[in-house]
């Protein structure tokens, strides 16, 4: 205890907060009392606790959270509802997400196995409900098809569609009011009642006052009614303000107004109109500004105010003559011939006010009195010279031309106006003067020459174009010799031909180097037979023979100019020519003989091939000829023994294809004993071993042992060639053919695709692989593999133009679009869609693009027998013979369809024309 009076001073550590780390009593070796909470994750069991500042209270767990959620309105959210996010502690872990990736390959790895099956299944599942379910378009396409066939009448017979609801439906919507009949009116009014009758138009009730007398008065009810039709187009006018929402030019055309619809905004033309007084007032002699205004009056209906302002425009600009002829152009015809009459006393110079004057009169006689005055004021008009010497007669022109070339000696068209009328002498004397007045103009030597060409005076000509060439030189013109070679074209198209010649003789070696003379004869040669002169073409050929005699190219170009625009004549007196300066030109004795003998002269086509042989003895070419000549004219003994002789002398594959072909041919007659097939099989056995790599003497050997009915030897054959010629296309798809025939599909499959294997990316191939499978009815399988082979011949024509037909009816307008983005001038393709527009009955479009095809490919014969067919079923008599010219002047020898007729062993005497009728016929018409 403390004595008493003293004080005790209080501890500083009393009441405070403990520093940090500080455990009561563990100075004196006390631990204290600790757990997990209080040591946390980072502390050993032995570590001494944080005490100092107490326990923190616990979070409380999401589970707490859940438990003591805030139900309160103004915790709720529409898309979360109370509280947070549903999905704050997501329980999907790596493991899952792992376990779901596998699950997930295995899913497609076992969809992909499927996946054919399946795709298979759905397109049968498809194709079955669409059988059972069709569209409707696919329901009425045969109908609308037959809707070509149907007759005008028939269409006219169709009876019009009648309303099907009763009375009471068609009266729902539609009110009908029926005035009253003048006497009920006029009895109600007479009894002093007031009378109500409705408005048809609008419904509503009108009044109508009685009158004293008791009478209906109509002219005041005709007098109210226009004064409402006035109220109304009134405020129909107040629409132009923006009162109404009335359109004022669409009222003004529905009421057929007779302003013009010129198309521009009525406050356009104020402005077009205020911008136009501007410029008038400020430059007022400015002509172009009246016309303008007069115009744009003209346009918006104001004819007079046109009128007005283009006639003030005319005095204020009285020298301007485009002011007065529009003047005269506004004006009536009385006050047009006047106001040109004012206009010619103000301009008696203008040669347009003149000739607007004597368009005006409507006689011949005023006509001519109008030149005649004008004339007296500018003399040396030429338009006016040539407009008076229009309207006279032969010798009242001659003797005003007479005077024309006086006032006007430059005019190159007056001078021969007056050549052309005048006597052979005079004309002569006539170009004479021209050529003096005017030394620099070609046209009056061109014409010289014509007029002596015309009188007979042929050797003239060629001097006086020799003499033109060198005064134009002389006085400096240059000689153009384009504008010269027109001249000479036009000279042909007017019918004088020596001066064409003489033209194109004097110009020809003009402006061309030496070495560039044959290249540029030719082509100008092409371009005047294209431009339709075939005398230019001629002489230009015969210039270049004269320079060239022994270019065998020139010969043969003019060879089939001649027989493309000469006589048979001409062609052969040219093959003469031909073959004695160029005897080793095969080609050209080939001609001349097919001409002879083509004239029906066999023996002279006999004589030039023996000419022939002893010129080329060893010719393949000349001793085919000779046999072909033969067999055609029935001379079988004849053709055996050229044959037997070209073997020795020319022993080629060809010729032993030849003759084997010849045999063949004569084996396949009825009355054949079948000796000739023997004699072919003999000879193209020992062709074979000659020569292994010609394939064409395998083909014809398989061929016919496929006609004497013995597939096995065919095969045998065709196996044979494919060894010896692997690149051969057409001895693979013969092989495969005949295994398919004989039912061998799967062997066709293999044969074909060997032969894939051995020629990749071949259509032809992958095409007949495709057929296959179609004749075998495996549309799917067809389907993928035109799905391959388009991948690997992407721009095949052949394989395009199948794909168009193997898709169904709705697809192959867009397959056909492809086609001709990938194959643009491909026969093929183009034939495709002209059958794809005659399938659908477009009959204008398919002979468009017929036409089109053949233009292209002149030398296709599949498009040729489409077209001629097709002209047979939907064209006239006249479009299928234009067809049939054309076709002969073509000759083609190619296409799959062509040849499958052409090279049949039975037709091989039967001419073009015959042929062409027999490919029409086993064609079929698309659908």
């Keep these: 205890m403390h004595a008493p009076g003293t004080t005790m001073k209080k501890k500083l550590f009393l009441g405070s907060q403990a520093p940090l780390g500080y455990v009561a009593g563990v100075g ?4 204290g009392f600790t757990t997990r909470s209080d040591i946390g994750p980072a502390r050993e069991s032995s570590d001494v606790p944080d005490d100092r500042h107490g326990q923190q209270p616990a979070k409380k767990s999401r589970k707490d959270d859940d438990d003591d959620e805030d139900l309160n309105d103004a915790n709720f959210d529409e898309f979360n509802g109370y509280g947070g996010s549903l999905f704050s502690k997501d329980p999907y872990d790596k493991d899952d997400e792992e376990a779901d990736a596998i699950y997930e390959a295995v899913d497609k790895r076992m969809d992909e196995r499927r996946k054919d099956y399946r795709e298979a299944r759905l397109r049968v599942e498809i194709e079955k409900y669409r059988q059972e379910r069709p569209k409707i378009q696919q329901q009425f396409s045969d109908l609308k098809r037959q809707l070509s066939d149907v007759s005008t009448d028939e269409w006219n017979a169709i009876p019009e569609v009648g309303d099907a609801r009763n009375k009471k439906q068609r009266n ?3 009110e009908k009011f029926t005035p009253l009949p003048d006497s009920v009116l006029a009895g109600a009014l007479a009894s002093g009642q007031g009378v109500n009758a409705i408005d048809p138009a609008t419904g509503l009730a009108s009044p109508f006052p009685g009158v004293a007398s008791g009478e209906l008065d109509l002219r005041k009810i005709g007098q109210a009614r226009n004064t409402l039709m006035d109220i109304k187009l009134t405020q129909a006018s107040d629409s132009v303000s923006g009162q109404t929402v009335v359109d004022p030019k669409g009222y003004l055309t529905d009421l057929q107004s007779m302003i013009p619809n010129h198309g521009a905004d009525i406050s356009d033309v104020k402005k077009a109109r205020l911008l136009l007084k501007s410029v008038r007032e400020t430059n007022p002699n400015h002509a172009p500004a009246w016309i303008a205004s007069a115009r744009l009056e003209e346009v918006t209906g104001k004819l007079q105010n046109a009128r007005n302002l283009i006639m003030e425009g005319a005095e204020m600009c009285p020298n301007s003559e485009d002011v007065w002829l529009e003047a005269a152009r506004l004006q009536a015809a009385d006050m047009a011939k006047s106001v040109i009459a004012q206009a010619v006393r103000q301009l008696p110079h203008s040669v347009r006010l003149w000739i607007r004057a004597a368009e005006l009169e409507t006689e011949k006689r005023l006509q001519k009195r109008v030149y005649r005055k004008a004339l007296e004021q500018i003399p040396n008009s030429v338009r006016l010279w040539k407009n008076a010497v229009e309207l006279e007669d032969a010798e009242d022109a001659r003797i005003l031309l007479s005077r024309a070339v006086e006032c006007c000696p430059t005019s190159v068209e007056l001078w021969l106006a007056l050549a052309r009328l005048e006597t052979y002498e005079n004309a002569r004397k006539v170009l004479n003067k021209a050529r003096e007045s005017i030394p620099t103009d070609r046209q009056i030597w061109i014409t010289a020459a014509k007029l002596e ?5 042929s050797k003239m000509v060629r001097k006086i174009i020799e003499r033109s060439i ?7 013109v240059e000689i153009n010799r384009e504008l010269w070679m027109k001249d000479a074209v036009e000279a042909e198209k007017a019918g ?8 194109i003789e004097s110009v020809i070696e003009i402006g061309i180097e030496d070495e560039d003379r044959k290249h540029t004869w030719l082509a100008d040669a092409e371009q005047r037979a294209n431009q339709g002169a075939p005398e230019c073409a001629r002489a230009i050929y015969g210039h270049a023979l004269a320079v060239f005699p022994a270019k065998k190219s020139i010969w043969l170009r003019a060879a089939f100019f001649e027989k493309n625009h000469g006589t048979k004549e001409t062609l052969e007196a040219l093959l003469q020519k031909a073959v004695a300066y160029c005897p080793q030109a095969e080609v050209l004795w080939l001609m001349g003989a097919k001409s002879k003998w083509q004239a029906g002269d066999v023996p002279a086509a006999r004589s030039i091939l023996s000419l022939a042989f002893k010129a080329n003895p060893n010719s393949e070419e000349i001793w085919l000829a000779a046999v072909k000549l033969e067999s055609e004219n029935d001379e079988y003994d004849s053709a055996r023994r050229l044959l037997a002789k070209a073997q020795k002398s020319a022993p080629t594959g060809r010729v ?22 023997q004699a072919a099989l003999d000879i193209l056995e020992t062709g074979v071993e000659k020569y292994p790599n010609f394939a064409k003497l395998w083909m014809m050997y398989g061929q016919i042992w496929c006609q ?3 597939p096995d030897k065919a095969k045998e054959v065709y196996g044979r060639g494919i060894k010896a010629c692997p690149d051969s296309v057409p001895l693979w798809v013969l092989l495969a053919n005949l295994e398919e025939e004989t039912g061998m599909l799967i062997k066709a499959r293999s044969v074909i695709e060997k032969a894939r294997l ?5 259509d032809v191939l992958w095409l007949e692989a495709i057929r296959i499978e179609c004749r075998a009815d495996k549309k799917d399988i067809a389907s993928k593999m035109m799905a391959k082979a388009m991948q690997e011949c992407p721009a095949s024509g052949r394989l395009w133009a199948e794909a168009i037909f193997m898709e169904a009816r709705p697809g192959r307008k867009s397959k056909s679009v492809d086609a001709l983005k990938k194959c643009e001038h491909d026969p093929r393709v183009l034939l495709a869609v002209s059958r794809l527009f005659w399938a659908e009955r477009k009959i204008g479009k398919a002979r468009e693009w017929f036409n089109r095809t053949i233009k292209i490919e002149q030398d296709f014969g599949d498009a040729w027998a489409y077209f001629y067919k097709f002209e047979t079923l939907h064209g006239t008599a006249e479009q299928r013979e234009e067809v049939r010219k054309r076709f002969l002047s073509a000759e083609p020898r190619h296409g799959e369809e062509w040849n499958k007729v052409a090279k049949h062993i039975e037709n091989w005497k039967k001419t073009p024309e015959e042929i062409l009728v027999l490919c029409a016929k086993a064609l079929q018409e698309p659908t």
């Design 172 to 174: 729902a919507r539609t």
């Design 656 to 677: 032993l294809m030849k003759a084997a072909k010849f045999e063949w041919a004569l084996g396949s007659r009825p009355e054949s004993k079948g000796r000739e097939l």
């Design 28 to 31: 004196r070796g006390a631990t």
């Design 708 to 710: 004497l009915k013995r």
């Design 758 to 762: 051995r020629n990749p990316c071949n």
């Design 453 to 457: 060409e015309a009188n007979k005076n």
């Design 496 to 503: 004088s031909i020596a001066t064409c010649q003489a033209i």
């Design 470 to 476: 060198k005064s134009l030189s002389d006085n400096g």
